[in-house]
């Protein structure tokens, strides 16, 4: 069974001025998956209003949550409410795409030693293979691809 990441229940606050947010500052989290914009992509619930395709901000200080008008709407919740939140880590599964598989499986050694990267590294290569917008150029990246799986001296560019 999948464990949350957060399951506790906070107070609603608010910043400052002028059209300042609704947020929820929880405790910071270690160990989870941060973009490079200190985001972390998760799903839930806020009391019982579904999270998806969420984003938190994980921070110095602490984690935080923002909680938009329309939700605090469907929850009739406003500053300084109470909130029960249960939060996972909405991660989608690494799919590699189906025409560098057939590639990759065509020659073993460089399908063994891709698929010993880690999901972050496997998703770069995959990213920038099918960044192309034409077929041509998806060929010859698949093709600088595996050039750079049997010598990493090859620039993938």
Known sequence: MEKPIIDDT???????????WTF?????LTNV????????????????????DFNIWAMKKGTFLAVKADIRKAIKKEQGDSVKIVLYLDEAPMVIPEDFLVCLKEEPKLHKKFMAFDDKRKKEISDWIFAATVDEEIVRRIGKALEHLE???????
């Open 33 to 52: 998956p941060k973009k490079r914009n200190s985001t972390v992509r998760v799903r839930g619930f806020i009391d019982s209003h579904e999270l998806k």
């Open 24 to 28: 929820v500052e929880m405790p910071i």
């Open 10 to 20: 906070f107070i609603l606050k608010k910043g400052e001025g002028k059209g300042a």
């Open 151 to 157: 010598n990493e001296k090859v620039k993938l560019s």
